[in-house]
């Protein structure tokens, strides 16, 4: 289970991850709109976050009975909300991605479109909001159990083969 902010590299590493391991993967913002049949921002559009956070809920949970064992990329803020993480937890090893404000801004400012949180937001609003969200929820990203620091696939390897 992989968590951590937008941009995070929760997808990419998460695919390489489970290709290495021939695992399946699965990236829960996919399942959000398979299920819904709508995109991340028109769900976000037609009933707020609220709505969202609904969905995702419900996402997650339809993921339960998968029995491959799977890669899943979480989105941002799955494990800040009701008691996702711990069910993120009860599944597996959950890593947190950690990868600075700065360095997050500059991935995400090419690609802030699919992304309704910071969709309106101009290029240089972007490292305060990602500082001011990151703070609020890093006390959750830290529950994980193992934390990396802008790893790359060898290093998500390494420390996986550790724990
Ligand atoms: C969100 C992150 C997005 C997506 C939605 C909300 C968030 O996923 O779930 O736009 O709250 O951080 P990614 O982290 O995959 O972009």
């Not at 709109?33 to 609904?54: Q, Y």
């Not at 690609?111 to 240089?124: F, G």
Request: proline share 5%.
């Amino acid at each position: 289970m992989l968590i951590g902010f937008m941009g995070a590299g929760k997808t990419t590493l998460g695919k390489g991850l489970a290709d290495k391991l021939s695992y399946s993967f699965r990236d829960l913002d996919e399942v959000i709109v398979e299920r819904e049949g709508k995109s991340i921002p028109e769900l976000f559009a037609v009933g707020g976050e609220t709505a969202f956070r609904a969905a995702e809920r419900a996402a997650l949970e339809s993921l339960k009975d998968i029995s491959r064992p799977t890669v899943l990329a979480a989105g941002g803020g799955t494990p800040c909300f009701g008691d996702n993480l711990s069910l993120l937890r009860a599944w597996g090893d959950v890593v947190y991605l950690h990868v600075s404000p700065t360095e997050l801004a500059a991935r995400l400012a090419p690609q802030k479109a699919n992304r309704p949180l910071i969709a309106s937001l101009r290029d240089e609003e972007l490292v305060d909001f990602i500082e001011t969200l990151l703070t609020e929820r890093t006390p959750y990203y830290m529950q994980a159990d193992i934390v990396l620091e802008n790893p790359t696939l060898e290093d998500l390897l390494d420390s996986l083969k550790k724990d």
